[in-house]
């Protein structure tokens, strides 16, 4: 008999959940492929979504998003949209960038990196033209109210309509109706940190603005950090003539994403404020695009602010029949560079406990497969969410210590990793001298 597995949101985890595991069903030979239902609030063709997925996002090999598309067959159709982009981490002043420090990461194979950006919304598209493609059902429209778990298992709309399902994957991100209506209780923690942004046209740029792309910026993407400390500007390469920036800062409160919107509301006015005044500690055309989230601009498109918030990751239910994914179980704030990358792997992983190989004609138990998934990935998701709170603290630090130590780590690692003629002689020496005072030490180790 076929099984009913229900997906909650049809965000880049669930879409991807959905094909990775009729896809893995399909390999393994199941007698009965199972039956995957895709449940969305939003209409297919809702604007909002398109206006709400505008931003890019990389897709990392660190983390293995790039394996997790590769899994389900949609890296070629993915790989059409994107583009390739090397991370970095800057320091500047009021007058220049004067630091800057390309990350050549590397993976524990040894191999560097691979950063691909993509608009959230074309890789929506890859990622849902998949899942028709292998078979999921949608129900677009279709808001999550509460879910029953008893004897038989069901998700209830706010329609009042119901589905009964053997499982239930909440992949409704980090504000997940699953999560809500099981866990009322349950809260995000607040990180005190905003984000506030948008994509920036140069074309249409005022007159007083460079309109040429910084050559740092060129084919990048990362963080600027003024010596003054508070802030951090998180600035992306979109593509021809457009770029994201994203300003970073501690605040005492969550405001709403829309607050900018809002001509005469005091937090508005008080946020504006506070934009101008960190504008001044970054150099053109950084805190020309800072003041632009401050005005109607044609060169900005409509500000967003982000408050950012997390969680650690969220187990399965007691009976393992409701399972969670994706910014539903662990939410991140952007500083994390991961949000998409760990919704990826969740869905692959996820399915591959539930569908672990060809010898299985028929699905595992799906209690012990969802316990399974947990204890695989809890860690690791653990570990990001962990870095991402230490990151903050670095970016935004104010106090005389914390800011000392972060401005002379960006210079001493900038000075390893791209040094200048003088810096080449200064470290060469230091090396030396430190290689004099070892193997002085070892010789005299051996004499006595």
């Given at each position: 008999?076929?099984?009913?597995?229900?997906?909650?949101?049809?965000?880049?985890?669930?879409?991807?959940?959905?094909?990775?595991?009729?896809?893995?069903?399909?390999?393994?030979?199941?007698?009965?492929?199972?039956?995957?239902?895709?449940?969305?609030?939003?209409?297919?063709?809702?604007?909002?979504?398109?206006?709400?997925?505008?931003?890019?996002?990389?897709?990392?090999?660190?983390?293995?998003g790039i394996s997790a598309l590769k899994a389900i067959g949609v890296f070629t159709d993915f790989e059409s949209y994107a583009t390739e982009s090397h991370s970095f981490f800057a320091q500047c002043n009021a007058a220049a960038v004067d630091v800057k420090v390309d990350l050549a990461r590397r993976t524990g194979s040894?191999?560097a990196t691979k950063w691909l950006r993509v608009q959230r919304f074309h890789l929506w598209s890859v990622l849902y033209a998949a899942a028709k493609r292998h078979g999921a059902e949608f129900r677009f429209g279709w808001e999550v109210a509460n879910v029953v778990i008893g004897a038989k298992l069901a998700v209830i709309?706010?329609?009042?309509?119901?589905?009964?399902?053997?499982?239930?994957?909440?992949?409704?991100?980090?504000?997940?109706?699953?999560?809500?209506?099981?866990?009322?209780?349950?809260?995000?923690?607040?990180?005190?940190?905003?984000?506030?942004?948008?994509?920036?046209?140069?074309?249409?740029?005022?007159?007083?603005?460079?309109?040429?792309?910084?050559?740092?910026?060129?084919?990048?993407?990362?963080?600027?950090?003024?010596?003054?400390?508070?802030?951090?500007?998180?600035?992306?390469?979109?593509?021809?003539?457009?770029?994201?920036?994203?300003?970073?800062?501690?605040?005492?409160?969550?405001?709403?994403?829309?607050?900018?919107?809002?001509?005469?509301?005091?937090?508005?006015?008080?946020?504006?404020?506070?934009?101008?005044?960190?504008?001044?500690?970054?150099?053109?055309?950084?805190?020309?695009?800072?003041?632009?989230?401050?005005?109607?601009?044609?060169?900005?498109?409509?500000?967003?602010?982000?408050?950012?918030?997390?969680?650690?990751?969220?187990?399965?239910?007691?009976?393992?029949?409701?399972?969670?994914?994706?910014?539903?179980?662990?939410?991140?704030?952007?500083?994390?560079?991961?949000?998409?990358?760990?919704?990826?792997?969740?869905?692959?992983?996820?399915?591959?406990?539930?569908?672990?190989?060809?010898?299985?004609?028929?699905?595992?138990?799906?209690?012990?497969?969802?316990?399974?998934?947990?204890?695989?990935?809890?860690?690791?998701?653990?570990?990001?969410?962990?870095?991402?709170?230490?990151?903050?603290?670095?970016?935004?630090?104010?106090?005389?210590?914390?800011?000392?130590?972060?401005?002379?780590?960006?210079?001493?690692?900038?000075?390893?990793?791209?040094?200048?003629?003088?810096?080449?002689?200064?470290?060469?020496?230091?090396?030396?001298?430190?290689?004099?005072?070892?193997?002085?030490?070892?010789?005299?180790?051996?004499?006595?």
């Amino acid at each position: 008999m076929s099984q009913t597995i229900v997906v909650c949101g049809a965000g880049i985890a669930g879409l991807t959940f959905a094909s990775a595991a009729l896809l893995r069903a399909k390999e393994a030979g199941l007698d009965h492929i199972p039956r995957v239902v895709v449940l969305e609030k939003w209409q297919v063709d809702d604007p909002e979504r398109q206006t709400s997925y505008s931003h890019s996002l990389s897709v990392r090999s660190d983390i293995d998003g790039i394996s997790a598309l590769k899994a389900i067959g949609v890296f070629t159709d993915f790989e059409s949209y994107a583009t390739e982009s090397h991370s970095f981490f800057a320091q500047c002043n009021a007058a220049a960038v004067d630091v800057k420090v390309d990350l050549a990461r590397r993976t524990g194979s040894g191999k560097a990196t691979k950063w691909l950006r993509v608009q959230r919304f074309h890789l929506w598209s890859v990622l849902y033209a998949a899942a028709k493609r292998h078979g999921a059902e949608f129900r677009f429209g279709w808001e999550v109210a509460n879910v029953v778990i008893g004897a038989k298992l069901a998700v209830i709309g706010t329609s009042g309509e119901s589905i009964e399902c053997d499982l239930i994957v909440a992949a409704d991100g980090h504000r997940s109706a699953v999560r809500r209506a099981l866990c009322p209780s349950e809260q995000l923690h607040w990180l005190k940190t905003l984000l506030v942004g948008s994509t920036i046209t140069l074309a249409q740029l005022p007159e007083y603005v460079d309109r040429s792309m910084p050559e740092y910026v060129c084919g990048h993407h990362g963080f600027v950090l003024p010596e003054a400390g508070g802030s951090s500007l998180f600035v992306a390469d979109e593509g021809p003539g457009k770029l994201v920036v994203g300003i970073g800062f501690s605040a005492e409160a969550p405001v709403s994403r829309d607050v900018l919107q809002r001509a005469d509301d005091a937090v508005a006015v008080a946020l504006r404020r506070r934009l101008t005044e960190m504008a001044a500690a970054y150099p053109a055309p950084l805190c020309d695009y800072i003041r632009l989230l401050c005005v109607e601009s044609a060169a900005a498109s409509r500000p967003f602010v982000v408050s950012c918030q997390d969680k650690l990751p969220h187990g399965p239910t007691a009976d393992g029949r409701v399972v969670f994914i994706g910014d539903a179980s662990h939410a991140v704030s952007p500083f994390s560079g991961a949000g998409a990358n760990m919704a990826l792997c969740d869905a692959v992983e996820l399915a591959a406990c539930l569908f672990p190989s060809e010898r299985h004609r028929q699905i595992v138990d799906v209690p012990q497969a969802t316990r399974c998934f947990f204890a695989i990935t809890a860690a690791a998701r653990t570990a990001v969410i962990t870095r991402q709170r230490r990151v903050i603290h670095f970016f935004h630090a104010r106090d005389g210590a914390s800011l000392f130590l972060r401005n002379t780590l960006l210079t001493v690692v900038g000075a390893l990793l791209h040094p200048t003629g003088t810096q080449k002689v200064i470290i060469g020496g230091t090396v030396a001298a430190v290689l004099g005072m070892v193997s002085l030490a070892v010789i005299r180790a051996f004499v006595r």
